[in-house]
């Protein structure tokens, strides 16, 4: 389910999918990908509405050894429950998974389908424990594993459980035809009380990695876990790439973890700390600091420069001396002019010229 337009992830999203963001500079449907390849399944259908270019476009170029992708494109929003019934006609007929296009997790696939074949259920609902349940969707069960209730956003008294949605589902193809064809439907809302009002709504709770990456905050959080090797790490894991073709001034620190991809530059006493990652063409001027954050492609920070807990966007420009930190957002293209400082979250769309001068915001 990637069809989403990511308004949580904005600004960076007006330019990317968020399907498309990268974590160690691979794209986040890489992860998808081979989480979905990790459980034995053989292909997956994409369900595309919002910026589908590049999600086609990077498949188109990747060998998948076998594995096979699909694409069922909405021209209008369908919702959860209507993005599935539009990929109907790309499903072999058997038991299908469900995964939302914003859940990075290192959950072990293979149990959960195995758990939803031992029951009884027409749809099993993949749970995972947070520490703060209030932004999400609460769902209680019983001793049997029977969705017992969902409750919606619940204000901090309402808290009854800290099991929540992780956005991985198994259906039965019945699901499929209590699904209105050709409107938006919900899945959550409208589907599964319906299998819960019947007893075929079980759970399967994971104690794996989940996140979700859908807001600045929770993505920067995972692009650093991918970067430590929290998830997704195999035995050849390098918590130092450096790709070859990058371009190290004299006094250059690279402090690990970082990744930096191909046809960077690293000019002299340049820094680049642990937990960042930089994309293709990034360059980072003269004594300038990065740290904690990503930068997408073709990412400039001119000399003596600051970014510190950050997200800079594809082509974006922070001028010299110029300080972005704090879960500061530049969309594509943007400017920070010389002596500006953005800190607290402060987020500026794409294409937006601050000009140069000492200005706080």
Request: charge should be negative.
């Amino acid at each position: 389910m990637v069809g989403g337009q990511g308004s949580r992830l904005r600004p960076i999203t007006y330019d990317v999918p968020k399907a498309m963001v990268p974590l160690r500079n691979q794209p986040f449907m890489g992860y998808m990908v081979d989480f979905l390849r990790a459980a034995g399944l053989k292909g997956a259908v994409l369900s595309l509405g919002y910026l589908p270019d590049p999600i086609q476009e990077y498949f188109d170029q990747k060998d998948l050894a076998g594995f096979s992708i699909d694409y069922a494109v909405e021209h209008t929003a369908l919702g959860t429950a209507g993005g599935i019934k539009n990929a109907e006609g790309y499903l072999d007929g058997g038991p299908f998974v469900v995964v939302n296009g914003d859940v990075l997790s290192g959950m072990d696939l293979r149990v959960a389908i195995e758990k939803h074949k031992e029951s009884d259920a027409l749809a099993t609902i993949v749970l995972t424990s947070v520490e703060d349940p209030t932004a999400y969707g609460l769902v209680e069960v019983d001793h049997e594993m029977l969705v017992h209730r969902f409750l919606e956003k619940p204000a901090a008294d309402e808290v009854t459980t800290n099991l929540v949605n992780a956005g991985i589902y198994v259906l039965e193809p019945e699901v499929l035809a209590m699904i209105p064809a050709g409107r938006e439907v919900s899945i959550e809302r409208e589907i599964f009380p319906h299998l819960q009002a019947e007893r075929r709504l079980r759970a399967y709770v994971s104690s794996s990695y989940w996140r979700d990456i859908g807001t600045p905050r929770s993505y920067l959080a995972a692009s650093q876990d991918v970067l430590s090797g929290a998830v997704g790490a195999r035995e050849d894991f390098d918590y130092l790439h450096v790709d070859p073709s990058t371009v190290l001034g004299k006094g250059v620190k690279v402090l690990p973890p970082v990744s930096i991809a191909a046809d960077c530059v690293l000019e002299h006493r340049a820094t680049v700390g642990g937990r960042s990652s930089l994309g293709r063409g990034c360059r980072i001027g003269e004594g300038a600091l990065v740290e904690g954050s990503v930068l997408f492609d073709g990412a400039e920070i001119e000399a003596d420069a600051v970014v510190r807990g950050s997200i800079i966007g594809p082509g974006a420009r922070v001028g010299q001396e110029a300080i972005v930190r704090g879960l500061s957002v530049l969309g594509a293209r943007c400017v920070v002019g010389e002596g500006n400082v953005l800190d607290q979250g402060i987020s500026i769309n794409p294409g937006v010229v601050l000009p140069p001068g000492s200005m706080s915001f």
